[in-house]
């Protein structure tokens, strides 16, 4: 369907989820951020993480019962592990305006171009190695160069890392994270930065409760 492009780009909110971080029913975790965010007009772009379908046959069935398209899929060819996947519902307000760039082949990240008449945008979306510092630095490494040339850069994801003893916490409140020098500097390389902890660099948000502890994560 031909889309009138406008002349600039709406304003649009972006939301991140891991879809297996919290609970492990993905199809109920879909839902519930459907009916929150995407139901209400809160998102126009939903990226998501850790999808664990099998294939995009099985993807494609749990969006069934929703609108919209989807773009930047990378799914581990291996196993039903990693993979990302950006989300436009159906009454977004960069509904046609939003196009696949490149990913990588094994569920890592995939990039998403916003596109109007006067100016694009790109949106990152990552699923870093959750399982060892070295894993992390290495990955962050390896994409050292790769996103130089794409114009209005925003990142978002699943990064597995915090620089800010604030957001790691444990039962005796804030503790200094595992260093991450080389995942930090590719971040300041591309002149991009923790939005929220610019904002607010004293608060701390809270969003899942392990129901048999006090630990917020």
Known sequence: MAVNLPLNIPAYNVMSFNLNGAISDIGRKLKWVYNTFVKTGLADIVLFQELHWKDVADMRKAFWPYRGVLRGLS???GSATR?????????STLKGLVHDVCTDSVGRWSLIKIAAQSESQHILNVYAPSTRVAARETFFEDLEGTFDDYSGLLAGGDWNFVSRDIDNLNLNGPHPPDKHPVAEAWLDSLELVDTFAHEFPTAVLTTFRHRNAPIHC
């Not at 993979?83 to 009454?91: S, T």
Request: net charge negative; glycine share 16%.
């Open 75 to 77: 799914m581990n060819p």
């Open 83 to 91: 993979g990302v996947v950006a989300w436009i519902p159906g009454d």
